[in-house]
C-alpha cells in the first residue's frame, strides 16, 4: 500500500486516510483544496503489476489476494483521475484503463520495454536490451562508440574552523532506507553518529559518549561511535539528522535537498 495525493474535494476536519503521526500532514483540513493523502494499492492491484530489478529485468507481480482497505484505490486510477480533474480538457484522452491495457500502451510508447505487454502471469519476465547492453563495444551513437563528457563537481564550501562536514546515512542500498533500529552494514544504532578517530581526539570525545550537533538550523543530540569515517566528516542517521539540514539549500531543477551540511559538536557532560 502507498500514499498518494488524494484528487477528492476534502471538506470537515480529520483524515480518513492512514497518515503516519509526526509526518507533517496539517491536522485539519480547512477547506475544498486542502491536499490529503490517500491509500493507494500496488502490488495487490487488479490485473497484476511490474517491477524493473537492477538487473533490468521487468518483472510481473500478480494480484495478491487477501483483505482488502476500503477505500484504497489502485494507483494508476487515483493519478489518472487526478489528471483529469487538472486537465479536464483532455479527460476524454485519459479512459479507465486495465493493467494488461497499460502495459500494451507502455509497450507502444516505450521501446525499450516492449515485450511488457506478454506478462500475464508469476514468473513471466524480459530483460529489456537485451543479455547484454552495448555488446561488443557497440554504442547506440552516430560512431558506435561510447561518448565521454568531463564534469567538473562544483566546489565544496568551506568548513569553519572546529567544525565538521555531516552526510545523512539514508540507506544500505541505492533505494533503501534503514529504519531499523540497527544498520546492518555498521552496527551502529540509530542514535549513533560516526566520526573520525582523529576528529573524535581531537575533540575530545570516545566511543559511548553523548554528544550535541548543532548549527544554525537546528541541533541533534547522539552517542558518539568512531567508525571509517573520512577525516573532517560525520555521519548520522536519517531522518533524525533532517533538524540539521538547510531545506532551502536544494538542486536546479529537481529541487532535491542538499542533505549535507556544516556541523559543530560538542560532547555532553553526564
Given at each position: 500500500m502507498?500514499l ?5 474535494p476534502v ?6 486516510s492512514?497518515v ?5 500532514w496539517?491536522g485539519?483540513?480547512?477547506?475544498a ?14 490485473g ?6 537492477t538487473?533490468?529485468r ?8 487477501g ?5 484504497a484505490?489502485?494507483e494508476a486510477?487515483?493519478?489518472?483521475e487526478?489528471?483529469?480533474r ?9 479512459p479507465?484503463?486495465?493493467?494488461d491495457q497499460?502495459?500494451?500502451e ?6 525499450f520495454?516492449d515485450g511488457?505487454?506478454n506478462?500475464?502471469?508469476a ?15 557497440q554504442?547506440?551513437t552516430p560512431?558506435?562508440?561510447?561518448q565521454?563528457r ?6 565544496l ?14 540507506g ?7 529504519h531499523?533500529e ?5 552496527g551502529a544504532?540509530r542514535e ?15 566511543s559511548?559518549?553523548?554528544?550535541r ?10 552517542i558518539?561511535?568512531i ?7 560525520v ?10 539540514i538547510d531545506k532551502?539549500?536544494?538542486?536546479p531543477?529537481?529541487?532535491i535537498p542538499?542533505?549535507n551540511?556544516i556541523?559543530?559538536?560538542?560532547k555532553?557532560t553526564?
Amino acid at each position: 500500500m502507498g500514499l498518494v495525493f488524494d484528487p477528492h474535494p476534502v471538506t470537515g476536519t480529520g483524515f480518513s486516510s492512514p497518515v503516519p503521526p509526526g509526518s507533517g500532514w496539517p491536522g485539519d483540513c480547512a477547506d475544498a483544496t486542502t491536499p490529503v493523502g490517500s491509500p493507494v494499492t500496488t502490488s495487490v492491484a487488479p490485473g497484476g503489476v511490474t517491477e524493473t530489478s537492477t538487473e533490468r529485468r521487468i518483472i510481473f507481480s500478480p494480484e495478491i489476494p487477501g483483505p482488502r482497505i476500503g477505500e484504497a484505490r489502485p494507483e494508476a486510477d487515483a493519478l489518472v483521475e487526478l489528471a483529469r480533474r487538472v486537465r479536464p480538457d483532455i479527460a476524454d484522452r485519459l479512459p479507465e484503463q486495465s493493467m494488461d491495457q497499460m502495459r500494451r500502451e507502455i509497450a507502444q510508447m516505450v521501446p525499450f520495454y516492449d515485450g511488457i505487454q506478454n506478462l500475464h502471469q508469476a514468473g513471466d519476465q524480459f530483460q529489456y536490451g537485451g543479455r547484454h547492453l552495448c555488446e561488443n563495444g557497440q554504442f547506440a551513437t552516430p560512431t558506435g562508440r561510447a561518448q565521454f563528457r568531463v564534469i567538473r563537481p562544483p566546489a565544496l564550501p568551506e568548513i569553519p574552523a572546529g567544525a565538521l562536514r555531516l552526510t545523512t546515512r539514508r540507506g544500505k542500498q541505492f533505494n533503501s532506507i534503514v529504519h531499523a533500529e540497527h544498520d546492518a552494514i555498521t552496527g551502529a544504532a540509530r542514535e549513533h553518529v560516526l566520526i573520525n578517530a582523529q576528529d573524535a581526539r581531537q575533540l575530545g570525545i570516545d566511543s559511548g559518549d553523548m554528544i550535541r550537533l548543532h548549527n544554525s538550523f537546528g541541533e541533534l543530540g547522539g552517542i558518539a561511535l568512531i567508525a571509517a569515517v573520512k577525516a573532517g566528516n560525520v555521519q548520522a542517521h536519517w531522518p533524525e539528522s533532517n533538524v540539521l539540514i538547510d531545506k532551502n539549500r536544494r538542486s536546479p531543477g529537481a529541487e532535491i535537498p542538499d542533505y549535507n551540511a556544516i556541523v559543530w559538536i560538542e560532547k555532553l557532560t553526564k
